[in-house]
């Protein structure tokens, strides 16, 4: 069964930087890609970014040049997918959110619980 958790989430000041991580694991032999999205109170979830299983990078407008996808793959099959966010500003507040998206294989998508950001001015 697929696994995932995300960690990283904290209070900073506008202008400051965060990592978020998500762990993956549990996919076996599974292609995935893996989705951040973000959900602000009294707001629909949104696409942040994702890296895609042939390491494509791919950002929403709102981030692209402030954040930046990558992936470490593990020998043990849990991998970390990073969200490293510089430049922060006060609208990135939100819950983060990490998607396992199945690509190749008899696996699920599946959402992790996700992690809070808090940005202030």
């Known amino acids: 069964k697929v696994n995932v958790v995300e960690s990283g989430g904290d209070s900073v000041q506008a202008g400051g930087s965060l990592t978020l991580s998500c762990l993956v694991s549990?996919?076996?032999?599974?292609?995935?890609?893996v989705n951040w999205y973000r959900q602000a109170p009294r707001q629909e979830r949104e696409y942040v970014a994702h890296i895609d299983s042939y390491g494509g990078a791919y950002y929403a407008k709102s981030v692209r040049d402030r954040f930046t996808i990558s992936q470490r793959y593990a020998e043990n099959g849990e991998d970390v997918v990073s969200l490293q966010m510089n430049s922060l500003k006060p609208e990135d507040t939100a819950t983060y959110y990490c998607?396992?998206?199945?690509?190749?294989?008899?696996?699920?998508?599946?959402w992790g619980q996700g992690t809070q950001v808090t940005v202030s001015s």
């Open positions: 549990g996919y076996g032999d599974c292609e995935y890609d």
């Open positions: 998607k396992f998206v199945a690509v190749l294989g008899h696996c699920s998508d599946t």
